[in-house]
């Protein structure tokens, strides 16, 4: 699997995303990680082993504590291609946006409210509030 796959598939399940939200505040030991979740110490232990293998977090033992930390670059190449589809739809809802804020030509010489694009008619109703 591509690292980005990894990524991906480490962060489709639940727990390990609440893992990972924890670890964007900081530093902290795998008993504090575990804590919140009802299971058990091996399958939080399983848990971090697919997170690190992604290249999302990073352990290392400090005294009795094994110390997890989040990874930054591991989320940038899942941030690169998700921001090339967010630019996409941006620059499609903007294009949108202005077709919709066009005025239809009238029928028969007079402008009807009935035949007015939706965004003009929202904008007219905000201006008379």
Do not use: N
Not at 66 to 85: D, K, N, T
């Amino acid at each position: 699997m591509d690292r980005l796959g990894a990524t991906f598939a480490a962060l489709a399940d639940p727990t390990r995303r609440a893992i990972v939200a924890r670890l964007a505040k900081g530093q902290t030991h795998v008993g504090e990680l575990g804590r919140p979740f009802r299971v058990s110490g091996p399958a939080i232990s399983r848990h971090l082993r697919v997170l690190e293998q992604a290249g999302l977090i990073e352990r290392e033992v400090d005294a009795q504590r094994r110390v997890c930390r989040l990874r930054g670059e591991g989320l940038q190449a899942a941030h690169h291609w998700i921001e090339q589809y967010r630019k996409f739809w941006d620059e499609s809802l903007d294009r949108l946006v202005e077709l919709l804020e066009q005025p239809m030509p009238p029928i028969g010489g007079r402008k009807s409210a009935a035949r007015e694009r939706p965004a003009a008619l929202a904008k007219r109703t905000r201006t008379r509030r």
